[in-house]
């Protein structure tokens, strides 16, 4: 068994199983959460869950919503499952150990939602990550193939969201480009003129191409350094307006 820490987010009101050593759930997480839009029914997927960062705090945002967590690495599968139950979302929270583009051949047109944030690196593009952080940083899926498998998932017009590197911009919306319409593009940068360096990105299932909506981005800070409003909302729980 790995060694863990227990901690919360959302100001106490959600648990996480963490692993000691290795991906810890951040910023980028909790920005996936609260960029999702409110639902009260239905039943959502995330592809990649790892310990359950975004997905827990998304359960806890829309009470009326089942959700599925797939991951990868089965030790943070366990992780995920126990913060589920932790946090009294056993009931419509599974979490299922898998490779995500052969779990969803299984799943074709389920979902109301899917969300992801998918690992940020090719292998050989960087630096070997450190413990227990392999399946995290790097790619066992190209961003092409995460997105096949987010849109095979959902349902006609379903949104499928993704968190990412703003680097890998021309990747994402030429996947997405094929399979999705209503495309948006909210950039995420540190603070006021600097460049971003995230980016969240929405498309709907099945939808004709049109414009690309490209917003004003989203900055987790202030010119002084000090957390902007956007980001306080971000971590109290609130969903963002994009």
Not at 16 to 31: N, Y
Not at 133 to 161: C, I, N, Q
Request: glycine share 10%; proline share 6%; net charge positive.
């Amino acid at each position: 068994m790995i060694a863990t820490t227990k901690d919360t987010v959302y100001q106490g009101r959600v648990k996480l199983v963490q692993p000691l050593k290795g991906f810890r759930a951040g910023s980028d997480s909790l920005l996936l959460a609260a960029s999702l839009q409110e639902r009260t029914s239905g039943q959502a997927l995330e592809l990649g869950c790892g310990c359950g960062g975004a997905l827990l705090p998304a359960a806890f945002r829309m009470a009326g919503v089942e959700f599925t967590g797939v991951e990868i690495d089965a030790d943070m599968a366990v992780l995920a499952e126990a913060g589920a139950v932790s946090n009294g979302f056993g009931g419509r929270v599974a979490v299922v150990a898998a490779e995500a583009s052969d779990w969803v051949k299984a799943h074709e047109n389920r979902f109301d939602l899917v969300f992801a944030n998918p690992p940020y690196f090719e292998p050989g593009r960087i630096s070997p990550p450190g413990e227990g952080k392999t399946s995290a940083y790097l790619e066992s899926l190209d961003v092409a193939g995460w997105v096949k498998a987010m849109v095979f998932a959902a349902k006609p017009r379903a949104p499928v969201v993704l968190v990412h590197r703003a680097a890998e911009l021309a990747r994402l919306l030429a996947a997405l480009d094929r399979q999705t319409g209503d495309i948006t593009v909210l950039p995420i940068a540190a603070k006021p003129g600097e460049e971003a360096r995230r980016v969240l990105i929405r498309g709907r299932k099945g939808l004709k191409r049109g414009p690309v909506r490209l917003l004003a981005p989203f900055h987790t800070h202030d010119a002084a350094g000090a957390p902007s409003e956007a980001s306080r909302r971000v971590t109290e729980g609130h969903m963002i307006a994009w």
